[in-house]
């Protein structure tokens, strides 16, 4: 083949790597392993965009490499096949959302190929495949079968609970629990029927049923994440979000709070997202401070890790939806009150959390009285204090607490200053920092450190309070009110008062298979839609769970999986698991920080736990590439009433007129030069029946501006169509050519000619303009030799360094070297293709069998290695400089004495000229910089 043809080549070594399974792997090898891994993609209808292979091209190139340096490499792909899009396309059409998921997953497994992914697609699996989310069911089984023991620092099977239970009760277990489980003696459990004995061990198991604060949504009939809900309503169809107190499935996260964190010190990730998961799980020493209430038995119970500040305490804020507020609240208030709970509902937590501006509240009428002092405080609702974070209440103390402050300003609250005044400023600012007391006998003139302990020590001794290590992180909830979800391997049977209990599907039971249903909707009394499918019900008659498990149940555990996907028997067996063990690299987006990332560290460390893995952590290794923004384009449309003859005016021209920016397709439009006769065909809306345009130069220009790339701005870039034009090596080398793999960088079609030159320039290394082949088996020259190992060298660190883009500039460099010395030895463009391949694995495929190799076999050969006397000068060209100025050159061993480089330059030709005859009064030599003659 003479002539570069992309599309042949391409598709006929994609067809190559398929039939010969090229990239398959096998769970054993004398090679030691290596497993790379995309975060798997939710397939969505619009199907992939050319920002969503940024990282799968940068997991590619690191999987191929790691192969020629002769790892065993794991690299597999997937769907995130479960989710509310499908769903809502569903109630939308009545179309299962089987068929649709399917369908898009057929599109992107299509667009994938397109793209040349090495991947094993023998191991592709789907969370939404019964034969997958079985063990997902099983995975909350063993959950729900088990507990967290403090003391063992693990999770146990239930019965060692019981065991303890039967022998001496619980007074002595450590282990987290719900707050009102009761204290009893062995002798008490015993006594126990067996249906009381097991209502107790469900305040222990780690997943469990309880009342949660949740976001509902009405019209989407479901509870929604806080990453769906943005400014009060559902980013899916906008449709409003309150907060409501729902009976829900929960996982018991929070007693991995401690070890979450500190494995986060284990692995290689960065600091940032490190900072996010810390801050997220928020832990905070401190102490748990009951303050009574004025006329009423009931406590207020705060954590603070600042007990020192309790004498500048002026009032209280309980988060609306706490338990006392109905009780403690006056009738005279009682108005107030229940408008702004109203309000509050129509808020996400995620928007009360990052509203620092807004001070907004309601007085109960009651008071809460200090412990320290019997000072009557009162006490507010605030939507600024979550139910679900600490106890749900804040002991508020303005001087210390800028949202406090602020509350305080606006509702007229006094505010008292309970610091040194030299050393208010700081100390606020650092709490670390050691400030003295002056508000307290009992502390004055101690530093925060000291009177914390005493006061702990104190509110200990008193019964009113304890020292408490709290975290800000909260159970998950785990049951969503939809149709399109993994089934919750849960059936009630009523208890003895007639209450319904749950209970575990035996093993063999599973999969609990989603039923057929008529509409995707709740039912007419509430119920999720599994209330509409007919007869679903245990074997025992009882009703099945209806709600079904939420997005991030599959997402979960899914890297195991792939270890050994087809296995009917167990989730992934033993040998599988103990030879690829965990994650090596593993590449996907910064948006799953605090979801995703959190709750697949929580499950696997509970996995380890339990037996079934050997590692703590999944991720050693982690990058969050950076999104490719979208380069929109404009046109201006004239202002004015006729909007069947609208004027649109050329951007540099608009400046005269008074204009309106709308998106135009970027797909019609190349170099900012609008294809007008397409404009109009497409966008009949907005040109009307009798458009003018006023051009420049003949033309119309377009605005530009780099926006996120999304179909509402029209500038979504399909890799279909690039790969159509330019070929799948040319848009894989763009991608990362754009820069650094971290880092946002806008798309710009226009740029991808230079990529494609390149390509050629490649070509035209083997082949000729006349299109004859121009490799010889000839020994390589010197500088050849300096130019591919140089290259070999700066690709090696670059890749492991996951620099991509400065390797391609790299190849693009050492290109146009060979090229300029005419290279065709074979030894040298040879190891050229071989290190080209990851990048670029077709035309390095095409060139590999054309040099005369293994067919389809470049994936297996062998990285080049550079050698040290090719990459390092054994001459250096000096300049030589006559009175301070350049006037010639010359080029020397790099170890000519200095003695003899003066010599030879006094007596070169060129030199003596620009001397005039004059004698030499000076000569300076600095090795492998310069020369400089004196006269």
């Given at each position: 083949?003479?002539?570069?043809?992309?599309?042949?080549?391409?598709?006929?070594?994609?067809?190559?790597?398929?039939?010969?399974?090229?990239?398959?792997?096998?769970?054993?090898?004398?090679?030691?392993?290596?497993?790379?891994?995309?975060?798997?993609?939710?397939?969505?209808?619009?199907?992939?965009?050319?920002?969503?292979?940024?990282?799968?091209?940068?997991?590619?190139?690191?999987?191929?490499?790691?192969?020629?340096?002769?790892?065993?490499?794991?690299?597999?792909?997937?769907?995130?096949?479960?989710?509310?899009?499908?769903?809502?396309?569903?109630?939308?059409?009545?179309?299962?959302?089987?068929?649709?998921?399917?369908?898009?997953?057929?599109?992107?497994?299509?667009?994938?190929?397109?793209?040349?992914?090495?991947?094993?697609?023998?191991?592709?699996?789907?969370?939404?495949?019964?034969?997958?989310?079985?063990?997902?069911?099983?995975?909350?089984?063993?959950?729900?079968?088990?507990?967290?023991?403090?003391?063992?620092?693990?999770?146990?099977?239930?019965?060692?609970?019981?065991?303890?239970?039967?022998?001496?009760?619980?007074?002595?277990?450590?282990?987290?629990?719900?707050?009102?489980?009761?204290?009893?003696?062995?002798?008490?459990?015993?006594?126990?029927?067996?249906?009381?004995?097991?209502?107790?061990?469900?305040?222990?198991?780690?997943?469990?049923?309880?009342?949660?604060?949740?976001?509902?949504?009405?019209?989407?009939?479901?509870?929604?994440?806080?990453?769906?809900?943005?400014?009060?309503?559902?980013?899916?169809?906008?449709?409003?979000?309150?907060?409501?107190?729902?009976?829900?499935?929960?996982?018991?996260?929070?007693?991995?709070?401690?070890?979450?964190?500190?494995?986060?010190?284990?692995?290689?990730?960065?600091?940032?997202?490190k900072e996010q998961q810390r801050n997220w799980i928020g832990r905070s020493v401190g102490a748990l401070v009951k303050f009574g209430?004025?006329?009423?038995?009931?406590?207020?119970?705060?954590?603070?890790?600042?007990?020192?500040?309790?004498?500048?305490?002026?009032?209280?804020?309980?988060?609306?939806?706490?338990?006392?507020?109905?009780?403690?609240?006056?009738?005279?208030?009682?108005?107030?009150?229940?408008?702004?709970?109203?309000?509050?509902?129509?808020?996400?937590?995620?928007?009360?959390?990052?509203?620092?501006?807004?001070?907004?509240?309601?007085?109960?009428?009651?008071?809460?009285?200090?412990?320290?002092?019997?000072?009557?405080?009162?006490?507010?609702?605030?939507?600024?204090?979550?139910?679900?974070?600490?106890?749900?209440?804040?002991?508020?103390?303005?001087?210390?607490?800028?949202?406090?402050?602020?509350?305080?300003?606006?509702?007229?609250?006094?505010?008292?200053?309970?610091?040194?005044?030299?050393?208010?400023?700081?100390?606020?600012?650092?709490?670390?920092?050691?400030?003295?007391?002056?508000?307290?006998?009992?502390?004055?003139?101690?530093?925060?450190?000291?009177?914390?302990?005493?006061?702990?020590?104190?509110?200990?001794?008193?019964?009113?309070?304890?020292?408490?290590?709290?975290?800000?992180?909260?159970?998950?909830?785990?049951?969503?009110?939809?149709?399109?979800?993994?089934?919750?391997?849960?059936?009630?049977?009523?208890?003895?008062?007639?209450?319904?209990?749950?209970?575990?599907?035996?093993?063999?039971?599973?999969?609990?298979?989603?039923?057929?249903?008529?509409?995707?909707?709740?039912?007419?009394?509430?119920?999720?839609?599994?209330?509409?499918?007919?007869?679903?019900?245990?074997?025992?008659?009882?009703?099945?769970?209806?709600?079904?498990?939420?997005?991030?149940?599959?997402?979960?555990?899914?890297?195991?999986?792939?270890?050994?996907?087809?296995?009917?028997?167990?989730?992934?067996?033993?040998?599988?698991?103990?030879?690829?063990?965990?994650?090596?690299?593993?590449?996907?987006?910064?948006?799953?920080?605090?979801?995703?990332?959190?709750?697949?560290?929580?499950?696997?460390?509970?996995?380890?736990?339990?037996?079934?893995?050997?590692?703590?952590?999944?991720?050693?290794?982690?990058?969050?590439?950076?999104?490719?923004?979208?380069?929109?384009?404009?046109?201006?449309?004239?202002?004015?009433?006729?909007?069947?003859?609208?004027?649109?005016?050329?951007?540099?021209?608009?400046?005269?007129?008074?204009?309106?920016?709308?998106?135009?397709?970027?797909?019609?439009?190349?170099?900012?030069?609008?294809?007008?006769?397409?404009?109009?065909?497409?966008?009949?809306?907005?040109?009307?029946?009798?458009?003018?345009?006023?051009?420049?130069?003949?033309?119309?220009?377009?605005?530009?501006?780099?926006?996120?790339?999304?179909?509402?701005?029209?500038?979504?870039?399909?890799?279909?169509?690039?790969?159509?034009?330019?070929?799948?090596?040319?848009?894989?080398?763009?991608?990362?050519?754009?820069?650094?793999?971290?880092?946002?960088?806008?798309?710009?079609?226009?740029?991808?000619?230079?990529?494609?030159?390149?390509?050629?320039?490649?070509?035209?290394?083997?082949?000729?303009?006349?299109?004859?082949?121009?490799?010889?088996?000839?020994?390589?020259?010197?500088?050849?030799?300096?130019?591919?190992?140089?290259?070999?060298?700066?690709?090696?660190?670059?890749?492991?360094?996951?620099?991509?883009?400065?390797?391609?500039?790299?190849?693009?460099?050492?290109?146009?070297?060979?090229?300029?010395?005419?290279?065709?030895?074979?030894?040298?463009?040879?190891?050229?293709?071989?290190?080209?391949?990851?990048?670029?694995?077709?035309?390095?495929?095409?060139?590999?069998?054309?040099?005369?190799?293994?067919?389809?076999?470049?994936?297996?050969?062998?990285?080049?290695?550079?050698?040290?006397?090719?990459?390092?000068?054994?001459?250096?060209?000096?300049?030589?400089?006559?009175?301070?100025?350049?006037?010639?050159?010359?080029?020397?061993?790099?170890?000519?004495?200095?003695?003899?480089?003066?010599?030879?330059?006094?007596?070169?030709?060129?030199?003596?000229?620009?001397?005039?005859?004059?004698?030499?009064?000076?000569?300076?030599?600095?090795?492998?910089?310069?020369?400089?003659?004196?006269?």
């Open positions: 083949m003479s002539d570069y043809s992309h599309r042949e080549i391409e598709q006929k070594w994609q067809q190559y790597w398929e039939s010969n399974g090229t990239f398959s792997v096998e769970n054993q090898s004398s090679l030691p392993k290596y497993y790379v891994l995309d975060m798997f993609p939710y397939p969505s209808g619009a199907g992939l965009h050319v920002g969503h292979p940024l990282g799968y091209i940068a997991s590619d190139i690191y999987s191929r490499y790691k192969r020629l340096k002769g790892f065993n490499v794991l690299h597999p792909m997937g769907f995130d096949s479960f989710g509310l899009p499908a769903e809502q396309y569903a109630i939308q059409t009545g179309q299962h959302p089987a068929i649709t998921t399917e369908q898009n997953i057929t599109r992107y497994i299509e667009q994938l190929k397109n793209l040349g992914f090495s991947y094993d697609w023998k191991r592709e699996v789907r969370t939404s495949e019964p034969d997958y989310y079985k063990w997902t069911q099983w995975i909350f089984i063993e959950l729900f079968k088990s507990w967290y023991n403090n003391d063992s620092a693990k999770a146990e099977p239930i019965e060692s609970l019981i065991s303890i239970f039967e022998k001496s009760g619980n007074k002595d277990v450590n282990a987290p629990c719900d707050e009102d489980t009761p204290i009893f003696t062995a002798e008490e459990w015993n006594a126990w029927t067996a249906e009381d004995q097991y209502k107790l061990t469900l305040k222990y198991r780690l997943t469990y049923v309880a009342d949660a604060t949740v976001n509902w949504c009405a019209g989407l009939g479901s509870v929604l994440s806080n990453d769906e809900v943005k400014d009060g309503v559902s980013e899916r169809g906008g449709f409003p979000v309150v907060q409501k107190l729902m009976r829900q499935w929960m996982m018991r996260i929070t007693a991995y709070s401690q070890r979450l964190i500190d494995g986060l010190d284990t692995v290689d990730w960065t600091e940032s997202l209430i004025d006329g009423h038995q009931n406590v207020i119970e705060v954590f603070t890790t600042r007990v020192d500040t309790i004498y500048g305490v002026t009032f209280m804020v309980l988060a609306p939806e706490h338990e006392l507020v109905d009780i403690i609240t006056t009738p005279e208030q009682r108005g107030d009150i229940d408008a702004y709970i109203a309000s509050t509902r129509k808020k996400s937590e995620r928007d009360r959390m990052s509203d620092v501006k807004t001070v907004s509240g309601a007085f109960t009428g009651a008071y809460a009285v200090n412990p320290f002092n019997d000072e009557k405080i009162p006490v507010y609702i605030a939507d600024y204090v979550l139910a679900g974070y600490g106890t749900g209440a804040v002991m508020a103390v303005p001087s210390g607490d800028q949202r406090d402050w602020n509350f305080a300003q606006h509702f007229n609250l006094p505010i008292i200053p309970i610091l040194d005044s030299q050393k208010e400023t700081e100390t606020q600012a650092d709490s670390t920092k050691e400030g003295h007391y002056i508000n307290s006998g009992m502390i004055n003139g101690l530093t925060f450190h000291e009177a914390n302990k005493v006061l702990i020590n104190w509110l200990e001794e008193k019964g009113i309070g304890k020292g408490k290590i709290n975290y800000r992180l909260r159970d998950a909830v785990f049951s969503r009110q939809r149709y399109w979800g993994e089934p919750v391997p849960v059936f009630y049977k009523n208890d003895s008062t007639g209450q319904p209990l749950p209970y575990l599907l035996e093993e063999n039971e599973l999969p609990l298979n989603l039923p057929e249903v008529d509409k995707y909707l709740p039912t007419e009394n509430g119920e999720p839609p599994l209330g509409r499918a007919q007869d679903w019900a245990h074997g025992s008659g009882n009703g099945y769970e209806l709600s079904t498990m939420p997005g991030w149940a599959g997402s979960s555990w899914y890297w195991y999986r792939y270890m050994d996907p087809k296995n009917k028997e167990e989730f992934a067996s033993k040998e599988a698991i103990d030879y690829w063990r965990d994650v090596d690299l593993y590449i996907g987006g910064t948006e799953h920080a605090t979801g995703h990332l959190l709750y697949s560290r929580f499950w696997n460390k509970f996995l380890k736990d339990r037996g079934f893995v050997p590692e703590e952590e999944p991720f050693k290794k982690l990058i969050n590439q950076g999104m490719i923004q979208g380069r929109s384009n404009f046109v201006y449309r004239v202002k004015g009433d006729d909007y069947s003859s609208p004027v649109f005016v050329s951007a540099g021209l608009r400046s005269q007129y008074e204009v309106s920016a709308l998106h135009v397709d970027v797909n019609i439009v190349e170099n900012d030069v609008l294809d007008v006769e397409k404009f109009k065909a497409t966008r009949r809306d907005i040109v009307g029946e009798n458009p003018t345009f006023i051009l420049e130069d003949g033309k119309y220009m377009c605005g530009v501006e780099v926006e996120k790339m999304s179909k509402s701005k029209f500038n979504v870039v399909n890799p279909d169509d690039i790969v159509e034009r330019y070929g799948a090596d040319t848009l894989r080398l763009y991608e990362m050519f754009l820069g650094p793999l971290e880092q946002a960088k806008p798309w710009n079609t226009n740029g991808i000619d230079g990529t494609y030159r390149f390509i050629r320039k490649l070509w035209r290394l083997f082949f000729n303009d006349a299109g004859q082949w121009m490799v010889k088996d000839v020994p390589a020259k010197p500088e050849e030799l300096k130019i591919l190992h140089k290259t070999i060298k700066k690709i090696e660190e670059d890749i492991e360094n996951f620099s991509f883009n400065t390797a391609v500039s790299a190849f693009m460099v050492c290109v146009n070297e060979l090229g300029a010395v005419k290279c065709q030895s074979k030894a040298i463009l040879q190891e050229l293709v071989v290190l080209l391949s990851p990048y670029a694995p077709h035309i390095s495929e095409e060139l590999w069998d054309l040099l005369g190799n293994e067919k389809g076999m470049v994936s297996k050969a062998t990285f080049p290695k550079w050698e040290l006397q090719h990459v390092t000068d054994s001459v250096f060209e000096y300049p030589i400089q006559i009175n301070g100025k350049v006037r010639a050159s010359l080029t020397f061993a790099l170890d000519t004495p200095a003695s003899e480089i003066e010599k030879e330059v006094l007596a070169n030709e060129t030199v003596q000229r620009w001397m005039e005859g004059n004698p030499a009064k000076k000569v300076i030599v600095v090795p492998k910089r310069i020369v400089n003659v004196v006269i």
